[in-house]
């Protein structure tokens, strides 16, 4: 009998037991406000996001008048060109290709505006950015955007899609109240900018060159670190398994598929994922946005980063970095560059300086008279088995070094560059001698 009496207290107390965890099941609400503002994973943004027009952006602007030509590489008025643009309607996209007897004489010839990009885009990318009344156009290149404002047919403006490299050109159309627009804001003031002279690289390809003497300002800065931890954050699928360890000023971060190494005596980041290798080939239009996306997804334009190259069977983008005036900045080691390369998925190598250039030293700007670019044409061709035919472009610039005196100050020391068969190269003070007397 007593046996029968634990038997029921037990099953009464199981009873009571069930119909509260049923009842508190019932109302259970979870306090998303604990959750919210727990110790979870934040987004990790080491500065804001781009649009891509900031991205992808022209290195200069020529305008050719009068038998002259005239341009400039300045970035606020290039950005006022393409603010104006990117208001325009364009309509009736075609190949003209076929119809083009001389490319050289389409692209630079009088009545033009030829808006200069570093390498060819890929116009799916860039749809996003100029506006088009067709909801299909055909997919093309270009690296050139050739506006025709004094031959323009009657009764709209022309303008054309040009990608040199690939020897296409796409004809598209503008209201001529636009084109004309455009006259009165740049075209009409073309003689105040910089004089340019054409040389005759090829048959078919023409490189301008900067005339006349030119200054530039030269620059220090006292560069900021940027925060390791952000990027391990940043860039590691689960930062809470990674691993740190630090020797003679490199840091090293690894999980058990990835690295990430940061050297402070070179201030280069480099990140390593070798699961992301693979033999498939992305489009062009993929590749792009997909390493335009990685960049703003931590927001890692730390500085004035433009795009310059890509390579689809590397899978690789190039960004170089620009000063605020618009030239373009050159480093041997890569502080001015990054890179980026991708597998199927995810990115297999990502490649940047750990620095950002925020605060110029005012009182150590000096202000320099550089050599003509006439002077320094003379120069390369009197080099040894100078060949014109692989001469590609001529461009005043930045070189970035670390100050000799303070190897914690970055300079950054106006210079002409020069890509030669596909390669940039710098030409030196001791390469021209006297010639560089602001720089003596």
């Not at 602007?61 to 208001?87: C, D, P, W, Y």
């Not at 093309?140 to 050739?146: P, T």
């Amino acid at each position: 009998m007593r046996y029968e009496n634990s038997k029921s207290v037990i099953l009464t107390i199981l009873i009571l037991v069930s119909i509260v965890l049923t009842w508190n099941l019932w109302t259970y609400q979870p306090n998303f406000d604990m959750m919210e503002n727990g110790n979870n994973v934040a987004e990790v943004t080491l500065k804001e996001k781009r649009e891509l027009h900031e991205v992808i952006t022209p290195d200069a602007v020529l305008f050719h008048r009068n038998g002259q030509h005239n341009g400039t590489t300045n970035a606020a008025l290039l950005n006022q060109i393409m603010s104006e643009i990117r208001k325009w309607s364009f309509y009736d996209v075609k190949n003209y290709s076929e119809n083009v007897e001389d490319i050289k004489e389409l692209v630079h010839g009088n009545g033009n505006a030829e808006i200069v990009f570093p390498t060819d885009i890929p116009i799916e990318i860039y749809r996003s950015v100029l506006k088009f009344e067709e909801k299909r156009i055909p997919a093309f290149n270009f690296n050139r955007i050739i506006i025709n404002v004094e031959n323009s047919e009657k009764g709209n403006g022309t303008v054309y899609f040009v990608s040199a490299d690939y020897r296409q050109v796409f004809i598209s159309h503008i209201s001529p109240g636009l084109l004309n627009e455009f006259n009165r804001d740049f075209y009409k003031n073309a003689e105040q900018y910089q004089r340019y002279f054409a040389y005759e690289a090829t048959e078919e390809r023409t490189v301008f060159i900067p005339d006349g003497n030119v200054e530039m300002m030269e620059y220090t800065y006292l560069p900021v670190v940027l925060n390791s931890e952000a990027f391990k954050e940043a860039l590691f699928s689960d930062p809470r398994f990674v691993q740190k360890g630090t020797v003679s000023g490199l840091e090293e971060f690894s999980d058990a598929s990835s690295k990430m190494t940061v050297n402070q005596n070179t201030n280069m980041l480099l990140y390593v994922n070798p699961n992301g290798e693979s033999d498939y080939v992305d489009n062009a239009y993929d590749l792009l946005m997909r390493s335009i996306d990685f960049i703003n997804g931590h927001g890692g334009w730390t500085d004035p980063y433009r795009y310059v190259a890509r390579d689809v069977k590397r899978k690789s983008v190039t960004f170089r970095l620009y000063n605020n005036d618009g030239f373009p900045v050159f480093n041997e080691s890569g502080m001015a560059e990054i890179q980026e390369v991708w597998g199927r998925n995810e990115i297999s190598k990502y490649v940047r300086p750990n620095i950002t250039l925020e605060l110029p030293l005012t009182t150590e700007m000096v202000k320099v008279t550089l050599p003509t670019g006439s002077e320094v044409l003379g120069y390369l061709e009197s080099k040894k088995n100078f060949k014109s035919e692989l001469l590609e472009q001529l461009v005043l610039g930045y070189r970035m070094t670390r100050d000799k005196g303070e190897n914690k100050l970055i300079l950054l020391e106006p210079a002409w560059f020069y890509r030669y068969n596909q390669t940039w190269g710098q030409i030196t003070k001791d390469d021209l001698g006297g010639l560089l007397h602001g720089l003596e």
